[in-house]
Antibody, heavy 118, light 106 residues
Framework: QVQLVQSGAEVKKPGASVRVSCKAS????????LHWVRQAPGQRLQWMGW????????KYSENFQDRVTFTRDTSANIVYMELISLRSEDTAVFYC???????????WGQGTLVTVSS | TQLTQSPSSLSASVGDRVTITCRAS??????LAWYQQKPGEAPKLVIY???TLQSGVPSRFSGSGSGTDFALTISSLQPEDVATYYC?????????FGGGTKVEIK
């Protein structure tokens, strides 16, 4: 079945960077874009952008474009999200999610908790 | 495009009909999905294209609407439906989500 498995929880200091991975299985990796979504405590889901695994093309939300980079490894069916200059408001669960046939998200990874604390 | 959900929370009895609404700040056609998120879990797709039920989702869930006004209805609330529900528009960038509706059992 289609599955997205993310890397484990991280604890980082303010100003540091974090890289989260998302490994896809159960479908042709290069066929669908993968999105990243941030869910901070008490906040609504916030879309960060997407990557097209076929060609590496990316689109970032203006809210994150100065600090985030998406990459992919097609040999391992993995996409990565790197977020730099971490601040306390980046304490959140980060999800990857596969693009549906016309833009909805299905399925989602299990989420990765990133805690930013001095 | 901003999405405004209401109510932000509700409490209903098992078997009740429950309706959650989502209003978009501009017309989005039917480029809307609904997700269910249970505590400690990732969101799960319930409805896409405003009214299409995702495979495997119970038929008591239904979606309606187009343009700016949308609704998610649970025809007969069950204990396993306790969750937070989010609407999501994918018509315009940046893609956005509603603020969520927490559904509890009375």
């Amino acid at each position: 079945q289609v599955q997205l498995v993310q890397s484990g929880a991280e604890v980082k200091k303010p100003g540091a960077s974090v890289r989260v991975s998302c490994k896809a299985s159960g479908y042709t990796f290069t066929r669908y874009a993968l999105h990243w979504v941030r869910q901070a405590p008490g906040q609504r889901l916030q879309w960060m952008g997407w990557i097209n695994p076929a060609n590496g093309k990316t689109k970032y939300s203006e809210n994150f474009q100065d600090r985030v980079t998406f990459t992919r490894d097609t040999s391992a069916n993995i996409v990565y999200m790197e977020l730099i200059s971490l601040r306390s408001e980046d304490t959140a669960v980060f999800y990857c999610a596969r693009d549906g046939e016309a833009g909805w998200f299905d399925p989602w990874g299990q989420g990765t908790l990133v805690t930013v604390s001095s | 495009t901003q999405l405004t959900q209401s109510p932000s929370s509700l409490s209903a009895s098992v078997g009740d009909r429950v309706t959650i609404t989502c209003r978009a700040s501009q017309g989005i056609g039917t480029y809307l999905a609904w997700y269910q998120q249970k505590p400690g879990e990732a969101p799960k797709l319930v409805i896409y294209a405003a009214s299409t039920l995702q495979s495997g989702v119970p038929s008591r869930f239904s979606g309606s609407g187009s343009g700016t006004d949308f609704a998610l209805t649970i025809s007969s609330l069950q204990p396993e439906d306790v969750a937070t529900y989010y609407c999501h528009q994918f018509r315009t960038y940046p893609l956005t989500f509603g603020g969520g509706t927490k559904v509890e059992i009375k």
